[in-house]
């Protein structure tokens, strides 16, 4: 603006003030000090104030060039912060990562993976939602978050995907009530009248399956809360059923852990973003991280 100050303005009246002399405060600006002189004159006439006192031979600031000083001080701070935290946001070493995630998956990959990033981003920080599968491909749509983690099904026409290799379903009772007759598997007909608890998202196969071989089963709770379900077990309330990698989610010496068979069943988890977004460099750097910790 004509008749407002610029930063060039601002930082050569500070280093004028910080340097003592007009003389020193042009070499570290590597302009002439005839230069120099004529800007601050140019500056003075534009606030229609006196800045500096002449005659000395080290500056002295009037009390408007007190006043300037102090602002400027300020000002120059927010500015230089300003474009050091864009520059590093632009580089990913700054920024704020938003993940949806549903609470087996979050609870297996996410704290390892966030511990190691912040080791090489220390400054990028976290807001991670939790909820049911469906519910956090909407907070993708809907640009809530950058990364989505759920069991859903995902197309990959509209996201970027990662899948994770399948892992199998594990049926989880408390020892007080230990169904099946192998040590670590549990047939499906041998689940045949004991009490089920089922995550919403493998209840119709679960259903399917058992009908397929004869039988309805009693399932008493369908709940997607993992933990919920293991300390339902835990009360000796039913049989759950979850992924395999959740049994470390609760290491409790009542609970019993079963892979399912006859038929195996199993799950997978997806890492998902939308392709028309353009993400943040501190999420295409976590990406990358979790691509190369799980998928190399």
């Known amino acids: 603006m004509e008749n407002g100050i610029g930063v060039k303005d601002m930082r050569a009246f500070f280093a004028i003030v910080e340097e003592g002399n007009i003389s020193h405060a042009a070499q570290r600006l590597d302009i002439a000090q005839p230069a120099l002189s004529r800007q601050m004159k140019r500056l003075e006439e534009k606030l229609n104030a006196k800045l500096f006192e002449r005659g000395s031979r080290r500056i002295r600031l009037t009390e408007a060039g007190r006043v300037l000083y102090e602002r400027v001080e300020n000002i120059l701070g927010m500015v230089d ?19 949806g995630t549903i609470t087996t998956s979050g609870a297996m990959i996410l704290p390892e993976l966030i511990s190691e990033f912040h080791k090489v981003y220390p400054n990028v920080t976290f807001e991670i939602w939790e909820a049911e599968g469906a519910r956090v491909i909407e907070l993708l749509d809907n640009r809530l978050i950058e990364i989505a983690i759920t069991r859903t099904q995902v197309d990959n026409s509209s996201y970027g995907l990662f899948v994770l290799p399948n892992e199998p379903l594990v049926m989880v009772m408390n020892k007080k009530n230990i169904c099946g007759r192998k040590k670590d598997t549990v047939k499906l007909s041998e689940l045949k009248g004991q009490p089920i608890i089922v995550p919403l998202r493998w ?8 009908k397929k071989i004869g039988f309805s089963p009693e399932i008493i709770c369908v709940s997607d809360s993992v933990v919920q379900d293991l300390m339902m077990v835990k009360k000796n309330l039913g049989i759950a059923m979850i992924p395999i990698s959740s049994k470390e989610l609760l290491t409790d ?44």
């Not at 912060?81 to 993940?99: L, N, P, Q, V, Y």
């Not at 976590?286 to 190369?292: C, I, N, R």
């Open 81 to 99: 912060g300003t474009i050091r935290e864009i520059s590093e946001i632009g580089t990913g070493a700054k920024g704020s990562i938003r993940i």
């Open 203 to 210: 209840k119709s196969i679960f259903e399917t399956n058992c």
């Open 253 to 296: 010496g009542d609970l019993i852990y079963k892979r399912v068979i006859e038929p195996e069943m199993t799950t997978h988890t997806v890492i998902a973003w939308l392709k028309n977004q353009t993400l943040s460099t501190a999420c295409k750097n976590f990406l990358d991280m979790f691509k190369e910790k799980f998928l190399q």
